[in-house]
T-cell receptor, first 112, second 114 residues
Framework: KQEVTQIPAALSVPEGENLVLNCSFT??????LQWFRQDPGKGLTSLLL?????REQTSGRLNASLDKSSGRSTLYIAASQPGDSATYLC???????????FGKGTRLSVIA | KAGVTQTPRYLIKTRGQQVTLSCSPI?????VSWYQQTPGQGLQFLFE???????NKGNFPGRFSGRQFSNSRSEMNVSTLELGDSALYLC?????????????FGDGTRLSIL
């Protein structure tokens, strides 16, 4: 059974800083891993989906990597902005099938 | 194109009542999943529907049920509401629910139990 962990639970950084959010998972036979963003009181917005055959995916200032052997994924945010403030969640399918198993998220605050 | 639509956005109920939540997936998407989000437990899977059939079910009591219609719209029902059912209920859709497809989420229904 897949378990997903995100550390730290909260992070505060000054504007302009590059930062890394961490996600670890227990089942290395992972099909893919998805990163989401959640704004307060809102649903989840899909940011990046990395398939198991890929090592990383990029979208604008975001770059996500996947290391199956170590059970880790990272989300790199370049040149952070106050608008990046949100909770970031990672999720992976449970044992190769839906449903998604989510981490508890990292709440990011970017201070102007 | 329109995203996943959940109605209503907010609900206030009292213990013992029942409630029905609605989810309209992205056009063409046939898989609909439901999740419960609470501060303590985070996001937990409730169930998934595909072609009007429940395909997966999470570890929730039988008070939680759902269904899917021929147009892929889905409803979730909770009976005999308890205080612990207060949560944000999120719906997600994808083309077929295959693991290589991204899940697209709605903004959720905030359910408060008094």
């Amino acid at each position: 059974k897949q378990e997903v962990t995100q550390i730290p639970a909260a992070l505060s950084v000054p504007e302009g800083e590059n930062l890394v959010l961490n996600c670890s998972f227990t089942d290395s036979a992972i099909y893919n891993l998805q990163w989401f963003r959640q704004d307060p009181g809102k649903g989840l917005t899909s940011l990046l989906l990395i398939q198991s055959s890929q090592r990383e995916q990029t979208s604008g200032r975001l770059n996500a990597s996947l290391d199956k052997s170590s059970g880790r994924s990272t989300l790199y945010i370049a040149a952070s902005q106050p608008g990046d403030s949100a909770t970031y969640l990672c999720a992976a399918p449970n044992s190769g099938n839906t449903p998604l198993v989510f981490g508890k998220g990292t709440r990011l605050s970017v201070i102007a | 194109k329109a995203g996943v639509t959940q109605t209503p956005r907010y609900l206030i109920k009292t213990r013992g009542q029942q409630v029905t939540l609605s989810c309209s997936p992205i056009s063409g998407h046939r898989s609909v999943s439901w999740y419960q989000q609470t501060p303590g437990q985070g996001l937990q899977f409730l169930f998934e529907y595909f072609s009007e059939t429940q395909r997966n079910k999470g570890n929730f009591p039988g008070r939680f049920s759902g269904r899917q219609f021929s147009n892929s719209r889905s409803e979730m029902n909770v009976s005999t509401l308890e205080l612990g059912d207060s949560a944000l209920y999120l719906c997600a859709s994808s083309w077929t629910g295959a693991v290589d497809q991204p899940q697209h989420f709605g903004d959720g229904t905030r359910l408060s139990i008094l």
